[in-house]
């Protein structure tokens, strides 16, 4: 168990590093266990303990351990001492005991809080943690958890770094054989280590970058097993070679950390300087590499992403290299667990209530604002990968690496030679026979992988962003009435004739997209910040969804394994392309449809998607649901996605132009939501996304304007349209104005709150054309704010007269107004009157 830190209180500007946690000596064990079997009836030391629960680091091992925090109070003066045991238990295995024990510094009598810290190492399987810590005089404070460690997504098609069941000290891997079921290893493997800073102001290599490196590196020759690796470790800026070890194994580790810690990097060599546009260093080892009487299987450049300058001239004059080139460009060196940028799933709502049809994915908590946008342009090392011909790989997270690694391993295993049969390929690159060759002699498999690359490289380097979202809503009902069909039926009985379906419904959205670390994020179009609330809160009616923007297609490339097809060559408006299928099944999925009583379960999916071959660029991408349970009151749910390349701030993202989703419904009814992104702009400078806190009464609202007075309940308000609200073009989510028609009093206080005329701010909320007979408009809207003295004082208001026509609310819109016009009507005029009362906030 290792670095075990115990810290004292800020305040006293004292901290004492104590040494590792170790597995006990045999003969400390029965004492061990003797202490937390006395635990109970022990007098009490005061502390609380925290669990810290299994995650991955670089090494691909399962790190865990927990933090002790107590007052210092209780420890003044001098002599103290604390013994700090753990006792892990697998779920099938005995316990494995480790501990510390050290004497404390003079500790002053403060208010102030220790903190203990411990962490191990786990592997796969659930585990008991008992935690017992002692002072000299054996008071004891001790606490119990389980955790479980467990692997998921690509981390399954890996071989597990460490046994399950087993419990370890965190220390460096000290390597072993991987497992090679096949039996097929990589002949020789070339490493080139670019040992250096992650800041580049750095005078030394940061400690945790030096672990990062080790801990990858260990990974690294495990899970792609080689007879010979060669190991070379560089630094661009000193121009020197800092270590060469053939036959490198993960017993060399240590090495690797001694040669990267004797880097000054603040010291420039003044004949380094002199020689810096006439030597390099990385040309010379690539020079030397493909040239080599032994040439490797494959060559791996590693290392954080460089600031330092390659000469453009590298790797010119290389020519016909035989063996992959792979760069493993390190964006963010951090601790065991990296933050993820991009959501796991999309997320899709179904229909209204009244059809008990609600589909999608499950909705995502936002954790606020963008990453920072990455650099813009390629380090020095990725620019001569590319013309190496080689893939980079970006990695900011143990997971991503662990990508890396399992799309490394599939590249080199196609390209060993066939001296025993090969292993079927992992989930990730899975391609089905293709049923033609291309026309023109296109490698579908090599067009899907770059597919893939452009899209997770995309994805990576998305800036700040928001755009437009427009959105049409149509909805149909079946022209004989609700069906009682089964599925199978009505989607059989659809395919033949559009006719059954009359349409019932129209109505517009407008709103602005994001996409943040959890998934798509939403607000009214032109609001100051983005909604705290999902995006079926924040429009409860009708069918939506989210994926259209990113997460739909983030979903199949990032991490879930689909298994792809090739359907030969295709022709769509006039341009060639080629054609795949895949398959997410449920136990993959995390495509997720919410049910009638509001729970949400996990559905497969599949679909088609077409690229161009020319640029490897997604052109369409269709997505279907299985079956959908009956509990959802849908059948199924069809997605389509128009792709192409979109500016923003100078440079292109492949973003959807525009996007269709079909819900079908289990009584026959259909919605279909027509989608198109506009006006896509980046963040920049002071700009940066935010989240609105819920509104203290009115689910959904666009805006929550905060203001220090809000109006008591109760009183009548009268406000008159200020401008026109054209319905051609108008949509939800519009900003409407208005005036107060009379003075606004408070009759119980005899005083004028507001003069006639006083601004009011407010938004559309529903705008919907009813298709039957001459059609008719149905309107809702609501004010939010009334402007006194310079300052918008918010409004929650309950609308006492509507229209002649009474239009009864839907379900969250009770604080709306609701109004119907006749459909040849072409715009409600200015002045239209509307009537309210004052709520309590």
């Given at each position: 168990?290792?670095?075990a830190h115990?810290?004292?209180?800020?305040?006293?500007?004292?901290a004492l590093?104590?040494?590792?946690q170790?597995?006990?000596?045999?003969?400390r064990?029965?004492?061990?266990?003797?202490?937390?079997?006395?635990?109970?009836g022990?007098?009490?030391?005061?502390?609380?303990?925290?669990p810290v629960?299994?995650?991955?680091?670089?090494?691909?091992?399962?790190?865990?351990?927990?933090?002790?925090?107590?007052?210092?109070k209780?420890?003044?003066?001098?002599?103290h001492?604390?013994?700090?045991l753990?006792?892990?238990?697998p779920?099938?295995?005995q316990?494995v005991y480790?501990g510390h024990?050290?004497?404390?510094p003079?500790?002053?009598?403060v208010?102030?809080?220790?903190e203990f810290t411990?962490?191990f190492?786990?592997?796969?399987?659930?585990?008991?943690?008992?935690?017992l810590?002692?002072?000299?005089?054996?008071?004891?404070?001790?606490?119990?958890?389980?955790i479980?460690?467990?692997?998921s997504?690509?981390?399954r098609?890996?071989q597990?770094?460490?046994?399950?069941?087993?419990v370890e000290?965190?220390?460096l891997?000290?390597?072993?054989?991987?497992p090679?079921p096949?039996?097929?290893?990589?002949?020789r493997l070339?490493i080139?280590?670019?040992a250096?800073?992650?800041?580049?102001?750095?005078a030394k290599?940061?400690?945790?970058?030096v672990r990062?490196l080790?801990?990858?590196l260990a990974?690294?020759?495990?899970q792609?097993?080689?007879?010979?690796v060669?190991l070379?470790?560089?630094?661009?800026d000193?121009?020197?070679?800092l270590?060469?070890?053939e036959?490198?194994?993960?017993?060399?580790l240590?090495?690797?950390?001694?040669?990267i810690n004797t880097?000054?990097?603040?010291?420039?060599?003044?004949?380094?300087?002199?020689n810096r546009?006439?030597?390099?260093?990385?040309?010379?080892?690539?020079?030397?590499?493909t040239?080599?009487?032994d040439p490797?299987?494959?060559?791996?450049?590693m290392?954080?992403?460089?600031?330092?300058?390659?000469?453009?001239?590298?790797?010119s004059?290389?020519?016909?290299?035989?063996?992959p080139w792979?760069?493993?460009?390190?964006?963010t060196?951090?601790?065991?667990?990296?933050?993820r940028m991009?959501?796991r799933?999309?997320?899709?709502?179904?229909?209204?209530e009244s059809?008990a049809?609600r589909?999608g994915?499950?909705?995502?908590?936002?954790?606020?604002?963008?990453?920072?946008?990455?650099?813009?342009?390629?380090d020095?090392?990725?620019q001569?990968?590319?013309r190496?011909?080689?893939?980079?790989f970006?990695?900011?997270?143990?997971?991503?690496?662990?990508?890396a690694?399992?799309?490394?391993?599939a590249?080199?295993?196609?390209?060993l030679?066939?001296?025993?049969?090969a292993a079927p390929?992992?989930?990730a690159?899975?391609?089905q026979?293709?049923?033609?060759?291309?026309a023109?002699g296109?490698d579908?498999?090599a067009?899907?992988m770059?597919?893939?690359?452009?899209v997770?490289a995309?994805?990576?380097?998305?800036?700040n962003?928001?755009?437009?979202?427009?959105?049409q809503?149509?909805?149909?009902?079946?022209?004989?009435g609700?069906?009682?069909?089964s599925?199978?039926?009505?989607l059989?009985?659809?395919?033949?004739?559009?006719r059954?379906l009359?349409?019932?419904?129209?109505?517009?959205?407008?709103?602005?997209?994001?996409?943040?670390e959890?998934?798509?994020?939403?607000?009214?179009?032109?609001a100051?910040?983005?909604?705290?609330?999902?995006l079926?809160?924040?429009?409860?009616?009708?069918a939506?969804?989210?994926g259209?923007?990113a997460a739909m297609l983030l979903?199949?490339?990032?991490?879930?394994?689909?298994?792809?097809g090739?359907?030969?060559?295709?022709?769509?408006?006039?341009?060639?392309?080629?054609?795949?299928?895949f398959t997410v099944?449920?136990?993959?999925?995390?495509?997720?449809?919410r049910?009638?009583?509001?729970?949400?379960?996990?559905?497969?999916?599949?679909?088609?998607f077409?690229?161009d071959?020319?640029?490897?660029?997604l052109?369409?991408l269709?997505?279907r649901?299985?079956e959908l349970p009956?509990?959802?009151?849908?059948?199924?749910v069809?997605?389509t996605?128009e792709?192409g390349?979109?500016?923003i701030?100078g440079?292109?993202y492949?973003?959807?132009?525009?996007?269709?989703?079909?819900?079908?419904?289990?009584?026959?009814?259909?919605?279909?939501?027509t989608?198109?992104?506009?006006?896509?702009r980046?963040?920049?400078?002071?700009s940066s996304?935010?989240f609105?806190?819920k509104?203290?009464?009115?689910?959904?609202?666009?805006e929550?304007?905060?203001?220090?007075?809000?109006?008591?309940g109760?009183l009548?308000?009268?406000?008159?349209?200020?401008?026109?609200?054209?319905?051609e073009?108008?949509?939800?989510?519009?900003?409407i104005?208005g005036?107060?028609?009379?003075?606004?009093r408070?009759?119980?206080?005899?005083?004028?709150?507001?003069?006639a005329?006083?601004?009011?701010?407010?938004?559309?909320?529903?705008v919907?054309f009813?298709h039957?007979?001459?059609g008719?408009?149905?309107?809702?809207?609501?004010?939010?704010?009334?402007?006194?003295d310079?300052?918008?004082?918010?409004?929650?208001?309950?609308?006492t007269r509507?229209?002649?026509?009474?239009a009864l609310?839907?379900k969250?819109?009770?604080?709306y107004?609701?109004?119907?016009?006749?459909g040849?009507?072409r715009?409600?005029?200015d002045?239209?009157?509307?009537e309210?009362e004052?709520?309590?906030?």
């Amino acid at each position: 168990m290792k670095p075990a830190h115990l810290l004292l209180a800020a305040g006293l500007a004292t901290a004492l590093r104590v040494a590792a946690q170790s597995a006990l000596d045999p003969e400390r064990i029965d004492a061990a266990r003797n202490a937390f079997e006395t635990a109970i009836g022990a007098p009490g030391l005061r502390c609380e303990m925290r669990p810290v629960h299994p995650v991955l680091d670089y090494s691909l091992r399962f790190q865990t351990g927990y933090v002790v925090d107590f007052p210092l109070k209780q420890l003044a003066g001098t002599g103290h001492h604390l013994d700090v045991l753990a006792r892990v238990t697998p779920e099938k295995g005995q316990p494995v005991y480790l501990g510390h024990e050290d004497s404390l510094p003079e500790v002053p009598a403060v208010k102030e809080e220790g903190e203990f810290t411990g962490n191990f190492l786990v592997g796969e399987g659930t585990y008991l943690v008992e935690v017992l810590m002692r002072d000299e005089a054996l008071k004891a404070c001790y606490s119990k958890w389980n955790i479980e460690a467990k692997r998921s997504g690509v981390e399954r098609d890996l071989q597990p770094a460490m046994p399950p069941g087993a419990v370890e000290e965190l220390g460096l891997p000290v390597g072993g054989e991987s497992p090679t079921p096949t039996g097929r290893r990589i002949g020789r493997l070339t490493i080139l280590l670019h040992a250096t800073a992650r800041n580049p102001q750095a005078a030394k290599v940061e400690e945790e970058t030096v672990r990062t490196l080790q801990d990858s590196l260990a990974a690294l020759v495990y899970q792609l097993p080689a007879n010979a690796v060669r190991l070379v470790m560089f630094n661009l800026d000193k121009q020197v070679v800092l270590l060469r070890k053939e036959n490198f194994t993960a017993r060399d580790l240590e090495q690797v950390g001694t040669a990267i810690n004797t880097l000054e990097l603040a010291l420039v060599d003044v004949k380094t300087l002199a020689n810096r546009d006439k030597v390099d260093v990385l040309n010379d080892l690539i020079y030397k590499e493909t040239r080599a009487t032994d040439p490797a299987n494959a060559v791996i450049v590693m290392g954080p992403r460089t600031f330092s300058k390659v000469d453009p001239a590298t790797g010119s004059d290389v020519t016909g290299t035989v063996a992959p080139w792979f760069y493993l460009q390190f964006q963010t060196l951090r601790g065991p667990v990296a933050r993820r940028m991009f959501p796991r799933g999309d997320s899709v709502t179904g229909m209204d209530e009244s059809d008990a049809s609600r589909a999608g994915p499950a909705p995502h908590r936002r954790l606020g604002g963008f990453p920072p946008p990455p650099p813009p342009s390629p380090d020095g090392i990725e620019q001569l990968i590319h013309r190496l011909e080689g893939q980079t790989f970006a990695v900011a997270s143990p997971r991503e690496y662990a990508d890396a690694l399992h799309r490394m391993a599939a590249a080199i295993s196609s390209r060993l030679p066939a001296v025993q049969p090969a292993a079927p390929p992992p989930p990730a690159e899975r391609v089905q026979p293709p049923p033609a060759t291309p026309a023109t002699g296109e490698d579908p498999v090599a067009v899907l992988m770059r597919l893939r690359d452009q899209v997770l490289a995309h994805a990576a380097k998305v800036p700040n962003h928001t755009c437009v979202e427009d959105i049409q809503r149509d909805r149909y009902e079946p022209a004989a009435g609700h069906s009682t069909r089964s599925c199978d039926t009505i989607l059989a009985r659809r395919k033949q004739s559009t006719r059954l379906l009359k349409l019932e419904t129209t109505d517009w959205l407008r709103l602005d997209v994001g996409l943040a670390e959890k998934g798509e994020i939403y607000s009214w179009a032109g609001a100051p910040q983005f909604a705290e609330e999902e995006l079926d809160q924040l429009v409860p009616q009708g069918a939506i969804g989210t994926g259209p923007f990113a997460a739909m297609l983030l979903g199949i490339f990032e991490e879930r394994h689909p298994e792809f097809g090739f359907a030969g060559d295709s022709t769509l408006d006039g341009r060639r392309l080629l054609e795949y299928t895949f398959t997410v099944p449920k136990e993959r999925s995390q495509y997720r449809v919410r049910t009638a009583q509001h729970a949400w379960i996990v559905v497969g999916y599949s679909g088609t998607f077409w690229v161009d071959p020319r640029n490897a660029e997604l052109v369409r991408l269709s997505v279907r649901t299985d079956e959908l349970p009956e509990s959802t009151g849908a059948c199924e749910v069809d997605s389509t996605f128009e792709y192409g390349m979109v500016p923003i701030g100078g440079l292109d993202y492949l973003l959807p132009k525009s996007s269709r989703q079909r819900w079908i419904a289990r009584n026959g009814a259909e919605g279909e939501n027509t989608i198109a992104f506009t006006a896509c702009r980046e963040y920049r400078g002071e700009s940066s996304i935010t989240f609105e806190g819920k509104a203290p009464s009115n689910a959904g609202a666009p805006e929550n304007s905060s203001a220090p007075r809000p109006l008591r309940g109760g009183l009548p308000l009268i406000v008159d349209l200020a401008a026109p609200i054209v319905f051609e073009g108008a949509a939800a989510g519009d900003r409407i104005e208005g005036r107060l028609a009379r003075p606004l009093r408070d009759a119980e206080r005899q005083v004028t709150i507001a003069p006639a005329g006083a601004r009011v701010e407010g938004h559309l909320m529903r705008v919907e054309f009813r298709h039957a007979g001459a059609g008719q408009y149905e309107i809702a809207l609501r004010w939010e704010t009334l402007e006194l003295d310079g300052a918008k004082v918010p409004l929650a208001l309950r609308a006492t007269r509507r229209a002649t026509e009474i239009a009864l609310p839907l379900k969250g819109e009770e604080h709306y107004g609701v109004y119907r016009f006749p459909g040849q009507q072409r715009k409600i005029q200015d002045g239209f009157r509307t009537e309210w009362e004052t709520e309590e906030h």
